[in-house]
C-alpha cells in the first residue's frame, strides 16, 4: 500500500455504536471528493485497502442519506468490519488516492480501563488473507491457515464467513512508468500469473476493451502476445501486452509517471456474452499535483 502522503485527502473516523451498518464521510471531505460532488446516483462503490492485507481490495458501497451526506454501508461494509474484527473506540484513518479508491490504517482504542490514554496507539493486527502469488492479482480471498497466537486464530475462525465473500473481480495495479507513456509505442504489460488464472494467453491478438463506467467513456486496445527471455537459463515466457489503442487511452486520461492503474475484469461481460472488458480506475500520483 502506498505511504500515507500530505498531497491526498485524508480523514480519519473514531467508531461509535452503529459503525457496523454504516460509517459516514464527513461532509467536508465528501463536498472535495468530485466523484461524490457530481454524482447523480444514490450508490457509488469505494475500494478500500488496507495496510495489513494490502492485496485484497475490499469493494464497499457509498450510499447517499436523505440529508445528502455520503456513508459506507451495505453487506460488504459489514464484512469489512468483521473481517478485520473492528471495535468501537478504535479509529481508522482514510486516505483517497482518486476515484474512490481509499488506503485504510486502523489503530486500536485510545482508552484502556485503567489507564486512560496509553503513551502510544498501536496498529490494529488482525490475520491476513492469501491472494496467490501475484501480488496485484486480487480475487476471493482466504483468511490465513495458522494465527500468530490464539486471538487471532479465533478471529480468524469468526470472521470465516466474511473472508469468503467476493470482495472484488480478478484486477490488477500497475504504477505507469516510462514504457507506458513513451510517445512512439507505448504498452502495458499485464502480470503474468493475472494472465495465467484468467485464460488471457488464449485470446492473444484480440480486441479488448477498457471502461470508465463514471464518465461512461470506453477504449478498444489490442491483446497481444510477446515473448521475452526471462532468466539466465534462456527460458522464454510469453507475455501479453495492451498495445494497439493503449496510448489513445494514455493520452484520453492524462497518465503520468506514478500514477496507478487499477483494472479489473468484467466477469458478467466474460461470462455471459464472451467479451473481455476492464473497469479501469486511476491513482493519481501525488508528486505530480
Excluded at 451498518?21 to 469505494?46: R, W
Excluded at 495495479?173 to 507506458?180: P, R
Aim: proline share 4%.
Amino acid at each position: 500500500m502506498a505511504a500515507l502522503t500530505s498531497h491526498n485527502l485524508h480523514f480519519f473516523k473514531v467508531l461509535m455504536p452503529g459503525y457496523d451498518n454504516n460509517l459516514m464521510i464527513p461532509v467536508v471531505v465528501s463536498n472535495k471528493l468530485k466523484e461524490l460532488m457530481v454524482s447523480k446516483m444514490e450508490k457509488e462503490t469505494a475500494l478500500l485497502r488496507t495496510r495489513k492485507s494490502k492485496d485484497v481490495l475490499w469493494k464497499v458501497e457509498v450510499s447517499r442519506s436523505d440529508d445528502g451526506t455520503w456513508c459506507f454501508s451495505g453487506d460488504h461494509w459489514r464484512d469489512f468490519v468483521s473481517f478485520h474484527d473492528l471495535n468501537i473506540y478504535e479509529f481508522l484513518v482514510f486516505e483517497h488516492t482518486g476515484d474512490l479508491l481509499f488506503n485504510v490504517c486502523m489503530y486500536d482504542s485510545p482508552y484502556t480501563s485503567t489507564s486512560g490514554f496509553p503513551p502510544s496507539i498501536g496498529e490494529k493486527e488482525f490475520p491476513s488473507p492469501t491472494c496467490g502469488e501475484n501480488r496485484h492479482h486480487v480475487q476471493e480471498h482466504e483468511p490465513r491457515s495458522e494465527a500468530v497466537n490464539g486471538n487471532l486464530q479465533s478471529r480468524s475462525r469468526r470472521n470465516n464467513n466474511a473472508s469468503k465473500n467476493f470482495t472484488c473481480s480478478p484486477c490488477f495495479t500497475t504504477i505507469m512508468a516510462e514504457s507506458n507513456l513513451v510517445p512512439s509505442m507505448p504498452y502495458l504489460n499485464i502480470p503474468q500469473p493475472f494472465t495465467r488464472s484468467n485464460n488471457l494467453e488464449e485470446h492473444g491478438g484480440s480486441t479488448i476493451t477498457l471502461r470508465d463506467r463514471r464518465q461512461r467513456k470506453t477504449w478498444s486496445v489490442k491483446l497481444q502476445k510477446s515473448r521475452a527471455r526471462r532468466d539466465s537459463h534462456s527460458d522464454v515466457r510469453t507475455r501479453m501486452l495492451l498495445r494497439d489503442g493503449w496510448s489513445e487511452f494514455a493520452m484520453s486520461n492524462d497518465l503520468k509517471l506514478g500514477d496507478t492503474c487499477l483494472m479489473e475484469l468484467d466477469q458478467t461481460a466474460r461470462t455471459k456474452e464472451g467479451r473481455i472488458i476492464f473497469d479501469v480506475r486511476i491513482s493519481r500520483n501525488a508528486g505530480n499535483n
